[in-house]
């Protein structure tokens, strides 16, 4: 089946730190990938849709300067959280859905989540 | 904006009961998804419904798409051990590109 590997799994940094998240499609193609984010015993809240070669498309209340996104190739997108402060600590999910799956709704596969605490 | 309303919020039950979620939208979706997750992981996908009036199974897991097309159920048969965790429903709709919308889980707990 469809594999999202998510890098790293878990870091803790200080405040004031930039992190970088990465999402992979392992044995597929993502033309577009999403990130989530998820605090304790919520649901999971989409912050961002990233597309290949494109800018991201945030969600509302989403700031695009501290989340930035990086799409740079069909199985790899980034997410940097700039100057990550402790309000900013929680579980962010990546998904990714397979190329050529437009308008069936296709599932999209999640990797395991990135779970960022910050001091 | 859309809203998905998932129920019960948890469920205590027996080992070998059987189990039922349910979730409803505010509008229409064109498709419907049920996810599992289990601590510290992402969700996983159990069941993906395309169609009004579908009804899909995954070994002992059960889900119909609503003929409404605005709610989706959820069913577990003879539970075990591992079915503990969070199960999510999740629906697009047409004229949200394709995202998908999260319910706000249903945590299943089973008794020893």
């Known amino acids: 089946g469809a594999v999202v590997s998510q890098h790293p799994s878990w870091v803790i940094c200080k405040s004031g730190t930039s992190v970088k998240i990465e999402c992979r499609s392992l044995?597929?193609?993502?033309?577009?990938m999403f990130w989530y984010r998820q605090f304790p015993k919520q649901s999971l809240m989409l912050m961002a849709t990233?597309?290949?070669?494109?800018?991201?498309t945030y969600e509302q209340g989403v700031e695009k300067d501290k989340f930035l996104i990086n799409h740079a190739s069909l199985t790899l997108s980034t997410l940097t959280v700039t100057s990550a402060h402790p309000e900013d600590s929680s579980f962010y999910i990546c998904s990714a859905r397979i190329v050529g799956s437009w308008g069936r709704g296709q599932p999209q596969h999640f990797g395991d989540g990135t779970r960022l605490s910050i001091l | 904006g859309q809203q998905l309303n998932q129920s019960p919020q948890s469920m205590f039950i027996q080992e070998g009961e059987d189990v039922s979620m349910n979730c409803t939208s505010s509008s229409i979706f064109n498709t419907w998804l049920w996810y599992k997750q289990d601590p510290g992981e992402g969700p996983v996908l159990l069941i993906a419904l395309y169609k009004a009036g579908e009804l899909t199974s995954n070994g002992r897991l059960t889900a119909q798409f609503g003929i409404t097309r605005k709610d989706s159920f959820l069913n577990i048969s003879a539970s075990i051990p591992s079915d503990v965790g969070i199960y999510f429903c999740a629906g697009s709709a047409l004229n949200r590109d394709d995202k998908i919308i999260f319910g706000k889980g249903t945590r299943l707990h089973i008794l020893p």
């Open positions: 990233s597309n290949e070669g494109s800018k991201a």
């Open positions: 044995d597929f193609q993502a033309t577009t």
